[in-house]
């Protein structure tokens, strides 16, 4: 990975990493270069007295200055240069009590940031500026009056009990955004010199659309679910021109039918880009390669995917434990029009690829084993904003010196340059084996740091969530835990996983439990084939998908001693029906729970229960709404009633699916704790 210049700091002593040090990691994100290309403006997180605090920091492109702080709230986020580089918009969180997110807006010449609106109770995203520089566009999702807070006070003053959740929507709910029942995200335009604000467009029934504004600031391009059945149909997404004067809006002539996102106006205003894909049955998150569209604004002669001679998604995302891996593409044009820049996620890696729009072959502009978040670019196009990582370096922020088919990668920051210092870290090591048919799969190995090449190691196989995601070249507090643990940790991406094209990822819809398993197991046995591992002391875990295939492998291989299921699903007739994403029946899977549940329940892995003998720690949040805590419970209460040995660690309501990321940093050390607990106590 490109690394700063050192400043002179003495190395200090180094130590192994261990769950608290959790506490002393700093998050840096969202990478925003200003229109003159010498500074990037971006969000710094970091852990206060329990609490994560997040504002804006700026750093100069050309690395003479550290980067330096320039707001103080405790929740800024989303940071937006004007088109001129004097002011910046950004998004004040509420506070705990009030719940009311606002636009504000800071003046670069000098004083404080401001306040441009007075929303009420609700969700906030997406602040974008008008060319000119007057007005601001954002996305907004207001309360329900007796959801507020105010509204609860008043209940409990009175004595009256909570409302009943009543749906009438089938869209009401999102793991880590909780209940929003009816409530729906709208755009809005915000005048800054009267403070007035106005609803653009409020016809999407799900709240995932994209939009963004001409050059000429008249029209917005639109992704949008306006359909009734949104919620089944999510391919079904319309691409809207919409005026900005007038708020009509008009349906863009010849684009696919098919999933769209993260819409783009070319420089000229003449052409839109956006990430879809031609398709019938799924929505962004599938199997299938999600590609990149480029037309006219009118219509005419039809919308291409200049990806279509590729085997890349833009919708394959890195997982981690010290990032939020971002299942939303990033899209950006070049000044001159002629190519756009697109992350693609490769074999590990999160690339980005340079795409002529004239049909000629795309190329990957950036090297591999890194992983990079795509920012935008500066006003002459010369210079791009980037995150960068790897598994050895928590992400900083960088800056890419953009040519045509190549970006060279500098980084700016050293956020955690005092952390990886101080700490014993264990470094990868790459690995391609071949499973029983044939077929390739990516492994790396972190042996514990200090521990000689040589000596055997009780050894843990790490399974992804998703499953089309990837494991790669980011950074994992957890892995890095269990190293300094003493342990030889493995991680893979066996077929499901994305990065590898889309047979590699389609060869399991609709068939957990067949040619992943093939893989997990053949990397099992390449593990317990390592002179340096320990073959009788190799344990398995993983969250959410990754939860699923430790339980089929407990359930299908009876010689793991041991295993941790963490928010998983275990029954995939059940999960139909308590997840928060709906499916319609014949479409992943064959049938539904109701009609013809049979290949539901053979990629179940309770259905294959009987005599599984592994102890087993099981870990799920109760305020799970993509995989319902049901899904652990039914594995704990098959454990207890076969006498298995077994631990139950229930996180409260509170939490969410994505608590091993974005949790209570208390709960995240508590985790740790319990993993490193149970696997001292069986392997």
Known sequence: MPTRPSRGRSAPRRRPIGPSDLLELVGVSDPRISPDGRRI??????IEGWRVVRNLWTVDVDGRTDARPITSGTNDSAGRWSPDGTMIAFIRGGEPKDGRPQVAVLDLAGGEARLATDLPEGSLRDAIWSPNGDSILFAFRRRAEERTRTAREVREREGRSDPPRIVEDPWYRLDGDGYFMADRFVI?????????????????????????????????????????????????????????????????????IGPKTAVRFSPDGRMLA???????????????????????????????????????????????????????????????????????GWQG???????????????????????????????????????????????????????????????????????????????????????????????????????PASRRTPAILEVH????????????????????????VFFSNPRGSKGYGRDFCEAIRGSWGGKDWEDVRATLSFIRGRRNIDAGRVGIMGGSYGGYMTNWAIAHDPSIPAAITDRCVSNMVSMQGNSDHLGRPDRYWTGAPWDRPEALWRSSPIAHF????????????EGDLRCNVEQSEQVHAALVAQNVPTRFVRYPASTSHGMSRSGPPDLRIHRLGEILAWWDRWL
């Not at 890349?312 to 001159?336: G, I, K, N, Q």
């Not at 990957?364 to 790897?390: C, I, K, N, W, Y």
């Not at 990837?470 to 643990?485: D, M, N, P, V």
């Open 349 to 451: 890696s999160g690339r980005i690829a340079s795409v002529p729009i004239d049909g000629s072959t795309p190329r990957f502009a950036s090297p591999e084993g890194v992983e990079l978040s795509m920012g935008d670019l500066s006003a002459d196009g010369r210079r791009m904003a980037l995150a960068v990582g790897d598994m050895t370096t928590p992400d900083e922020i960088a800056v890419g010196d953009v040519a045509t088919t190549s970006i060279r990668i500098s980084t700016l920051t050293d956020s955690n340059a005092g952390f990886i210092a101080s700490r014993h870290l264990a470094a990868p090591i790459e690995h391609w084996i071949e499973t029983t048919d044939g077929t390739k799969v990516q492994v790396w190995e972190l042996r514990p740091p200090g521990v």
């Open 465 to 488: 969530g998703g499953p089309h995601a990837q494991y790669g070249h980011t950074f994992f507090h957890e892995f890095q835990c269990l190293a300094a643990a003493g342990y030889t």
């Open 188 to 256: 809005q335009h915000l005048d800054l010199s009267s403070g007035a604000v106005r609803t653009l467009f409020d016809r999407d029934r799900l709240g995932e659309f994209s939009f963004d504004v001409s050059p000429d600031g008249r029209t917005l391009a639109v992704t949008a679910h306006t359909s009734s059945t949104a919620v089944l149909d999510s391919w079904k997404t319309d691409l809207l021109l919409i005026d900005v004067a007038s708020g009509r809006r008009a349906k863009v002539a010849k684009a696919p």
């Open 41 to 46: 403006l971006f969000t710094r997180s970091r």
């Open 610 to 621: 009987k005599g599984v003998r592994t102890p087993t720690l099981v870990i799920h949040s």
């Open 274 to 344: 956006f990430a879809g894909r031609e398709d019938r049955e799924d929505g962004l998150y599938s199997t299938r390669n999600l590609g990149l569209f480029v037309g006219r604004t009118d219509g005419r002669g039809g919308f291409r995917d200049l990806l279509a001679t590729t085997d890349w998604c833009l919708l394959a995302a890195t997982l981690s434990d010290s990032r939020e891996a971002s299942f939303a593409p990033s899209v950006a044009w070049s000044r001159d029009g002629r190519r756009l820049f697109a992350r693609v």
